[in-house]
């Protein structure tokens, strides 16, 4: 009789406990989730991060192409201020400071290293730090990263006498370089000084050839007359990269 | 009689326990539901920034803008964006004025939840700044 009373308050304890254990289950799954990432911050803050990133990545670019396209030096730090401004003024999800230095150390100067050697090198190049400064009534995110856009070549050039009495084949060899990485370039122009010293492109030479490896290296070869020879020719080659970015640099051919 | 009322005690302590468990079940349905919609906004939100950021690499997205071509910028997100969200891009330029004078959507907008993201946009070629705004939603 005693064990009749008692299984209607099994019942009951039976079904709080699978209340119990339902909710406690739903809050543990909840709580987990919030914290599956708990180092990250909120995807808007992570998105406008990579979106300044990208922005001032894009300038830098674009600035740096203007520059060794014969633009004034000072327009590097006249856009990333305009960026600065746009950037801060258009965040609206809190306090947004925005802040640059461009590169100072050797061999840059107000962000620039632009040097078109004659010794087979030449590179153009912008480098600046930043600093993105995110704050809104519960927490403050600063970000800091650095930017670095350099195009360079590396040439090297032969001069070889043909059987042919007065006539040279020569041979550049080109390689191209974005960030030290081997990359692709959009034009490529090469010249070369005759009996006098004036510059004349190889380009609109009947025996021109320009060959691509496709993985930033090219080559050319071209046969030029020049019945007196020249001592010490030089090579000059326009490079153009995928980015507009110019680079020039200048050689002396190699006789062999 | 006595064992009458016992049967009728025992039913209403079933029903007790009846309503215990799905009023658990019924506690917890709005914390998954919250869960569930701040989710469905993050996913949205990424997507949508995704997209933007691949739609942008190389400067892409600025030469677009600054050529005024929408139909490429508007075919270009079909593309990026899954099927089943529909979305609504809108250019600014520095002044905040709209730049696009034909509306760059797909689908509508009139969903539960919408999610707006703002996103910088350089033009690498002629050095202008935009402001794209796209707003995502699921396809009911």
């Given at each position: 009789?005693?064990?009749k009373r008692r299984s209607g308050q099994i019942i009951i304890f039976a079904a709080l406990t699978i209340a119990f254990i339902i909710l406690s289950t739903t809050i543990y799954v909840y709580q987990i989730s919030q914290n599956l990432h708990p180092e990250d911050q909120p995807p808007h803050l992570r998105g406008f991060i990579r979106n300044v990133k990208i922005a001032s990545r894009i300038l830098m670019v674009g600035s740096l192409a203007n520059i060794s396209n014969g633009g004034d030096n000072g327009?590097?730090?006249y856009n990333l201020q305009r960026l600065r401004t746009f950037i801060e003024y258009n965040y609206q999800r809190g306090r947004c400071i925005f802040s640059f230095r461009l590169c100072e150390v050797s061999p840059y100067s107000s962000g620039l290293w632009i040097f078109w050697g004659t010794d087979g090198f030449g590179v153009s190049s912008a480098?600046?730090?930043?600093?993105?400064n995110l704050a809104d009534e519960r927490e403050e995110i600063i970000t800091e990263y650095s930017i670095n856009i350099a195009t360079h070549i590396l040439i090297s050039a032969t001069s070889k006498r043909v059987r042919l009495p007065g006539f040279y084949i020569i041979r550049v060899m080109i390689r191209v370089f974005n960030e030290g990485s081997p990359a692709l370039c959009k034009n490529l122009t090469i010249y070369y000084t005759d009996y006098y010293g004036n510059w004349r492109e190889a380009g609109s030479l009947k025996f021109y050839a320009l060959k691509d490896y496709g993985n930033g290296t090219y080559s050319a070869r071209f046969l030029i007359f020049e019945p007196s020879g020249v001592l010490n020719r030089k090579v000059m080659v326009l490079c153009f990269d995928r980015r507009e970015i110019r680079v020039i640099a200048t050689t002396t051919c190699e006789r062999i | 009689?006595?064992?009458c009322r016992q049967g009728q005690i025992r039913v209403l302590e079933a029903f007790l326990a009846v309503i215990v468990v799905f009023s658990a079940l019924l506690l917890?349905?709005?914390l998954y539901a919250s869960y569930d919609d701040s989710a469905d906004q993050e996913i949205l939100y990424s997507i949508g920034m995704n997209a933007l950021m691949h739609l942008d690499q190389d400067g892409d997205l600025g030469i677009l803008i600054s050529q005024r071509d929408w139909t490429e910028?508007?075919?270009r997100l079909s593309i990026l964006l899954p099927i089943g969200i529909s979305y609504n891009?809108?250019?600014?330029?520095?002044e905040s004025n709209i730049l696009n004078d034909s509306p760059i959507l797909?689908?509508?907008l009139n969903a539960k939840s919408v999610v707006s993201i703002q996103y910088v946009v350089v033009d690498r070629e002629s050095l202008n700044l935009y402001i794209v705004r796209l707003q995502l939603a699921w396809v009911k």
């Open positions: 009789m005693k064990d327009s590097l730090r480098k600046a730090d930043f600093s993105l | 009689m006595h064992r917890s349905r709005p910028i508007s075919s891009l809108t250019v600014y330029d520095e797909s689908g509508d």
